[in-house]
């Protein structure tokens, strides 16, 4: 506009924001255009006192700009723009800038306005082309780095689709912030385009966007979503906080490198409509702290299919459950030395695989999933905090070429009616009974995005099998599919409600009731879900459901807050039986994200430490061994013993004559209690005769090397 004005060396001024005062005067001088910015009538100014002077919010090189640029025009950005307050582009016209433009913010905002009053921002209304090349790329970033950010970031608005790709983004707060958009949103991409030392790369709200070949470092977290549809593809997330973490959101996340994060590789909220799948995540978890529940893949209250991973070397655990996740962990995911290679007493919850807290629980049967830790100080493959649904059933996985027995935490949690005896086992998974190949058979109709069949079979059953382990699995999965449907969440909540009237398990009846409030959210009834997780604070709860009811409250709070800012959304009047719906306790209404975050993790610390506070007070206090039950017997009997350290074990029979008959353990075993059955057998399965047999245990601590030796009498009678 301006600088058209003074192509030919003359001098203006004008008024950029229409309010009847001219904001800026102009010249050029040796074929550069100069522009500064006044603060209020410059008509009487003269040019000369101008022309060399920085005094007046400087001298912009080429372009200075901030305000509304104008209507119904195409603009065309090149060389170096400075932009010193927040820049508009009008919806009715197209801004295109150039490969190899600089596009300079200065460290304040003139205007005091836009998403932040103290940093400048390039507000996008109308259609942005920002195309660079791979040796060309644009930049966006500071004139004069300072610590913290330096700008805001790039505003997209809703109903854009801007073109952004081969571009840099360094120092911005959000350095692409796509807000909320009504009706249903079209994706944007963001493609070839790289982030730096941001405190988010790319923040989506409300909306949708492809994030495609693109690397994200030094922020707080790389991508992050709040109720968006997002695609990542092919990216490399690293030395972030948290490479991805996305809440209320669906989402595919495949074929990405996410590794050096210090907390998460990927984090997920309530998100249980997604996939992850093909991607190399590795050297994660690296914050210090030491009591902070920290995961490559952290789920909470998210099911996601996880699928043919590369998990390993992560500093702490390799997937992490709470809060009701019934993940699949399915098709050969690697998942490898995942914790710290140092001694720990057992059982030490961050050197586990994969964690679970609650009633959060993996389907794993059939997943031909390589899981593997043979180090020197090698923790559980899987441990459970909580009290799953009913035995894990963790079949047909690969554990280092032989049984998981001693391996998994607590063992009576788990079953393995076989293991596969190579790793990267292949194939279509095959059910054992109808129930789980119905499943089985549900989970490929939705991966090939058949989810009006998958709906259809999940229903069949919770109806015909409510008490199999593959309904609990399968009410989570309807909420999938109904989200992949954009379906209708009002009669799936009463879906939800209705179970209690045909299902006696409590477990299912809580997991259904989760998923019911879950779809208030959904509907945009946020009053109503949060009065839902209010009422669990009014009745009694345990620490765990009211730890997670505070959470829960304070993430829809921000969500409706986020969701409603300038987004032109109306949310529903929240009412029951005609009467509206207002939340009670006031308090739990966070003041900003950040703040939640924190506090956040502060709670879900303490959870887990309490949670491993109580799997600590499980630990034997000293070595024994006890007398086997029944005794006499015939012809079986029960052997317990128990282990305060880890330590190498062996347990043998001998008989009256101190000739050893059978070898019942030979191996090293972590701190616990246990018990082994003898059938009266020697070590070629032959039974034995009648009288009166020897047991001996010895045990090495792997801490200290101390040895413990006790025998005991036992009688076998035919």
């Known amino acids: 506009m301006i600088i058209s004005d003074i192509s030919h060396g ?62 119904n025009t195409q603009i065309s950005w090149n060389g170096k723009i400075t932009i010193c307050g927040d820049v508009t582009l009008p919806q009715s016209s197209t801004l295109t800038i150039e490969p190899g433009t600089e596009i300079l913010f200065e460290n304040g905002d003139v205007e005091q306005g836009g998403e932040d009053p103290d940093k400048s921002e390039l507000i996008i209304n109308g259609q942005l082309i920002a195309n660079g090349t791979e040796q060309n790329r644009i930049e966006f970033g500071p004139k004069i780095s300072v ?6 970031g790039i505003v997209v608005g809703g109903g854009v689709n801007p073109q952004t790709s081969y571009c840099n983004f360094s120092k911005a707060f959000r350095a692409i912030y796509i807000k909320p958009e009504i009706p249903e949103p079209n994706k944007k991409t963001i493609d070839h385009c790289n982030f730096s030392d941001c405190y988010y790369g790319l923040y989506i709200s409300g909306n949708a966007a492809d994030i495609l070949h693109c690397s994200i470092s030094g922020s707080e977290a790389g991508i992050y979503g709040l109720s968006a549809d997002v695609t990542v593809y092919n990216n490399t997330l690293q030395n972030n906080v948290t490479g991805i973490s996305l809440f209320e959101s669906q989402f595919q996340i495949y074929e990405n490198s996410i590794n050096a994060n210090s907390d998460y590789g990927i984090y997920l909220g309530h998100s249980p409509d997604g996939e992850i799948s093909n991607n190399i995540l590795q050297n994660n978890c690296t914050n210090p702290e030491p009591e902070r529940p920290l995961a490559a893949i952290y789920l909470y209250g998210s099911s996601p299919a996880i699928y043919a991973n590369q998990i390993y070397s992560n500093a702490k655990n390799g997937i992490l459950l709470f809060n009701k996740s019934l993940p699949l962990i399915q098709e050969s995911n690697l998942l490898q030395e995942n914790g710290p290679n140092v001694g720990m007493e057992e059982p030490a919850w961050e050197k586990a695989e994969v964690l679970m807290e609650d009633i959060s629980t993996p389907f794993m049967v059939n997943g031909h999933n390589d899981v593997i830790d043979s180090r020197q100080y090698a923790g559980f493959l899987l441990m459970h905090a909580g009290e799953p649904e009913e035995v894990i059933d963790v079949t047909a996985n690969y554990w280092g070429g032989g049984s998981p027995e001693g391996r998994l935490y607590p063992e009576e949690y788990f079953i393995f009616d076989g293991w596969d005896l190579e790793p990267n086992v292949t194939g ?26 998958a709906k259809i079979t999940y229903q069949q059953i919770v109806a015909n099998y409510p008490d199999s382990v593959e309904a609990a699995y399968s009410l989570s999965r309807l909420f999938a599919c109904e989200q992949s449907l954009n379906g209708d969440f009002s009669q799936l909540r009463n879906y939800y409600s209705n179970l209690g009237q045909t299902i006696n398990d409590s477990v299912k009846i809580e997991i259904a009731n989760n998923f019911s409030r879950r779809c208030y959210v959904k509907e945009m009834l946020y009053s109503n879900a949060i009065v839902d997780y209010e009422a669990i604070l009014q009745n009694s709860p345990s620490l765990i459901d009211s730890i997670y009811a505070v959470i829960d409250i304070g993430d829809i709070y921000l969500l409706q807050d ?3 800012g300038g987004s032109g959304i109306n949310f529903k009047i929240s009412t029951i039986s005609g009467a509206t719906v207002n939340p009670k306790i006031a308090e739990l209404k966070p003041e900003s994200r950040i703040r939640f975050e924190k506090k956040k993790g502060e709670l879900l610390s303490l959870l887990f430490n309490k949670l491993n506070g109580e799997r600590q007070l499980n630990i034997p206090k000293c070595y024994a061994l006890e007398q086997n039950y029944p005794n006499p017997f015939n012809p079986v009997t029960t052997i317990k013993y128990q282990l305060p350290k880890a330590s190498k074990v062996k347990l043998e029979i001998y008989n009256i004559l101190g000739q050893k008959v059978k070898t019942l353990i030979d191996s090293e075993q972590p701190a616990d209690y246990y018990e082994i059955k003898w059938a009266g057998d020697n070590n070629h399965g032959i039974k034995v005769g009648s009288g009166i047999y020897i047991y001996r245990i010895y045990t090495k601590s792997l801490e200290d090397n101390k040895t413990y030796i006790s025998s005991k009498k036992m009688l076998l009678v035919k």
């Open 428 to 453: 279509v998974p095959g059910g054992r009974d109808m129930e789980e190949q119905l499943f089985l058979n549900a989970t490929e109709a939705e991966k090939q995005g058949n989810y009006n069949t």
């Open 147 to 152: 610590p913290g950010y330096s700008w805001y």
């Open 562 to 564: 986020e969701l409603s």
């Open 10 to 71: 003359g001098v203006c001024v004008g008024d950029v924001n229409n309010d009847g005062l001219n904001d800026v005067i102009a010249g050029t001088n040796d074929g550069t255009s100069y522009v500064w910015s006044t603060k209020g009538d410059a008509r009487r100014i003269e040019w000369g006192s101008y022309r060399y002077n920085a005094q007046n919010n400087g001298v912009y090189e080429k372009k200075a700009l901030f305000g509304m640029l104008p209507e």
